[in-house]
């Protein structure tokens, strides 16, 4: 699988804060009863680790929204997260301190491809090939 989801660190984060109109969604919103005129960037936040909510959050804004813009994972993110991240439909995510984004070129070499479609190639692997 190509690495497509761009890793940030908090400096970088915090320096992009202002750059780009913000959607910062809580994990009991509901994303397809939000307005998205206007919006570049959606922040969704993993409180910890073991809450998976943004991640149906990104599946949902990128294949029944449509949204192109960023859409970003904040919060306890750790590298087991950045494959599943991107084919869930992120496309940036901001690393909890003290993590190593060299690692993250690892994690994405582990997982070439997939057998199945996901928000981001929706097509899967038996069509790509016929």
């Known amino acids: 699988m190509e690495q497509t989801l761009r890793i940030l660190s908090t400096e970088v984060h915090a ?11 809580p994990n009991d919103a509901d ?21 998976g909510r943004a991640f149906s959050q990104a599946f949902l804004l990128r294949r029944r929204r449509g949204f192109a813009g960023d859409i970003r994972a904040t919060g306890d993110v750790l590298i087991d997260q950045l494959v599943q991240l991107q084919r869930t439909g992120f496309s940036s995510a901001v690393l909890k301190d003290g993590k190593d984004a060299a690692d993250a ?7 070439p491809q ?17």
């Open 15 to 25: 320096a992009e804060a202002e750059a780009a109109r913000v959607l910062r969604l």
């Open 31 to 51: 994303p397809k009863a939000v307005t998205l005129d206007g919006i570049d960037r959606i922040e969704l936040d993993f409180p910890k680790f073991a809450d």
């Open 105 to 111: 070129a690892r994690q994405f070499a582990r997982y």
């Open 114 to 130: 997939y057998y199945q479609g996901d928000a981001v190639l929706t097509q899967p692997a038996f069509r790509k090939a016929a």
